[in-house]
């Protein structure tokens, strides 16, 4: 029987964690960081947040928001992956 996941927060947190796998990201989050980041990014920029705090040397070679919209494009395609 396949994985069924049916919290709204927990199958975004599954295509984010897809997602950095996809991207060859060393980044896993677990549901404690993904709740933090879902209180400290006001904005929902959670791959901001997440990069200003623990891999701010990568804002030296990347914009934020380069880094933002890649992530969320592959996160929306795992998303729709699923609920197709």
Not at 23 to 31: G, V
Not at 44 to 60: A, C, K, M, N, S
């Amino acid at each position: 029987m396949p994985n069924v996941v049916s919290d709204p927060l927990a199958v975004e947190l599954e295509a984010y964690n897809r997602a950095f796998s996809e991207l060859e990201l060393p980044w896993r989050w677990d549901a404690a960081t993904f709740r933090d980041l879902l209180n400290a990014a006001h904005d929902r920029d959670f791959i901001g947040v997440y990069v200003e705090r623990t891999q701010p040397h990568l804002l030296r070679v990347y914009e934020k928001a380069f880094l933002r919209n890649l992530v969320l494009e592959v996160k929306e395609r795992c998303m729709r992956d699923r609920a197709a």
